[in-house]
């Protein structure tokens, strides 16, 4: 039996396609002089379908493809001007299964302005997001995430994953029934466990994030918002964003993923774990 929607939004009523959403306008600070974009650096090998050959699987792949498992069929990508290796490489998407269209900014104040950049094409759709830059299990991940949010009616739903370093993660502390209660920016000491990397959610919770951007208050206080505390570059961090939205009301649930981990490749020594862990053709 599905539990009791907890949000009553009728144009949920009727689910709302969801569509994919990536932000690539970042610049891999913590890896340079790096010979590419990020989303496009090789990570592993995958078996082409026609040859039964292997080729390079990059970045980005790993992410799209948990798009087409969950039946999703289109996705948006938010790249900054000069990152052309993104789109030479995907181009329709023919290559991952997805109808893919690109949005072209010249600058970010971090990944929720860039997500807001694509804002126009989103407004009337559920969203499901990730950044192409972690790497995580499992494959049905969106899938279970669509299913809960459907399920609940909830405006925003977090992927959590247990956490080895809760200093360098955005921590969940959520109840039994996975209704999230906070989100902990970067915790220089904590008992939570789990912190969140992917999500699904709402026209809301985009229209939120839309209007707190744009807010007097947010204006005011971006100093304090976006800071080397909630991100290592000193962006604004999606976190700040959540967390707002919470204080404000929004309904947000989770879906724990045991067994499976997250790992974020931008920095040195995490992709090279990657590398060698994707070695083999998957």
């Given at each position: 039996m599905k539990n009791p929607r907890e949000h009553s939004d009728a144009t949920l009523q009727v689910p709302l396609e969801v569509v994919g959403l990536v932000p690539a306008a970042g610049m891999a600070k913590r890896l340079q002089p790096f010979p590419c974009s990020k989303e496009v650096y090789p990570v592993g090998f995958a078996l082409d379908e026609k040859s039964g050959l292997p080729r390079p699987k990059v970045a980005a792949q790993y992410l799209l493809e948990k798009y087409r498992a969950a039946g999703i069929t289109k996705a948006f990508?938010?790249?900054?001007?000069?990152?052309?290796?993104?789109?030479?490489?995907?181009?329709?998407?023919?290559?991952?299964?997805?109808?893919?269209?690109?949005?072209?900014?010249?600058?970010?104040?971090?990944?929720?302005?860039t997500i807001d950049r694509a804002y126009p094409f989103l407004?009337?759709?559920?969203?499901?997001?990730?950044?192409?830059?972690?790497l995580f299990g499992p494959d049905d991940a969106y899938a279970r995430m669509i299913e809960r949010q459907e399920d609940t009616g909830a405006d925003v739903v977090l992927g959590l994953?247990?956490?080895?370093?809760?200093?360098?993660?955005?921590?969940?502390?959520c109840e039994e029934g996975g209704r999230v209660r906070d989100i902990v920016m970067k915790p220089a000491s904590t008992n939570l466990s789990h912190g969140w990397c992917c999500a699904v959610w709402t026209p809301r919770f985009?229209?939120?994030?839309?209007?707190?951007?744009?807010?007097?208050?947010?204006?005011?206080?971006?100093?304090?918002?976006?800071?080397?505390?909630?991100?290592?570059?000193?962006?604004?961090?999606v976190g700040v964003v959540l967390q707002a939205a919470l204080k404000a009301g929004l309904v947000m649930q989770s879906v724990k993923f045991p067994?499976?981990?997250?790992?974020?490749?931008?920095?040195?020594?995490?992709?090279?774990?990657?590398?060698?862990e994707f070695h083999q053709p998957h």
């Open positions: 990508l938010v790249i900054k001007d000069g990152k052309w290796d993104i789109p030479n490489y995907f181009r329709d998407g023919d290559l991952v299964g997805l109808s893919l269209a690109y949005v072209v900014i010249a600058g970010s104040l971090g990944p929720p302005d407004a009337q759709h559920r969203v499901a997001f990730g950044f192409p830059d972690i994953h247990l956490i080895e370093d809760p200093t360098v993660w955005d921590m969940v502390d985009s229209t939120f994030l839309h209007d707190f951007l744009r807010a007097d208050e947010t204006k005011r206080n971006l100093g304090r918002l976006a800071n080397t505390t909630n991100d290592s570059g000193g962006d604004l961090a067994g499976e981990r997250s790992l974020d490749i931008g920095t040195p020594e995490n992709l090279l774990k990657a590398v060698r």
